[in-house]
């Protein structure tokens, strides 16, 4: 979808011979926040089919409400994949993934239980 409207300005240029880096950057500030929209919507329609792919609700208690539907790394530490990848390359590699057993939808309850069982929270290394 932002390939097609990077792709519709670069033709839009060289239809009018512009080749200015002024006209890019005052089309990017008074087009953002349908840039935000569009982009908040794709990564919605990501997650979505994520979370279909996955079973729809949560493996440990069952809650199926997307909003708090949670992408778990079984083995743990997701977040050094997340951090490496990228938000949107991140929910591609997890809908492209056909290996199993390597992700698991979580409620954020579970999820934050699991992460404190399995010592996985980055601020408290230390268990009480």
């Known amino acids: 979808m932002i390939c097609c409207i990077v792709y519709g300005i670069i033709q839009f240029m060289k239809r009018y011979k512009i080749s200015d880096r002024k006209y890019f950057r005052e089309y990017a500030r008074n087009h953002s926040e349908n840039r935000k929209r569009l982009q908040k919507k794709y990564r919605d329609e990501l997650k979505n089919k994520i979370i279909e792919k996955l079973g729809g609700k949560c493996v440990k208690c069952g809650f199926s409400d997307s909003r708090a539907l949670q992408i778990d790394h079984i083995n743990g530490y997701g977040t ?37 069982e399995n010592n996985e929270n980055r601020r408290a290394k230390i268990r009480p």
């Open 80 to 116: 050094k994949e997340r951090a490496t990848m990228g938000r949107r390359r991140y929910l591609l590699t997890v809908l492209t993934s056909e290996e199993k057993g390597k992700y698991q939808l979580l409620c954020a309850n579970c999820n934050w239980i699991k992460r404190f």
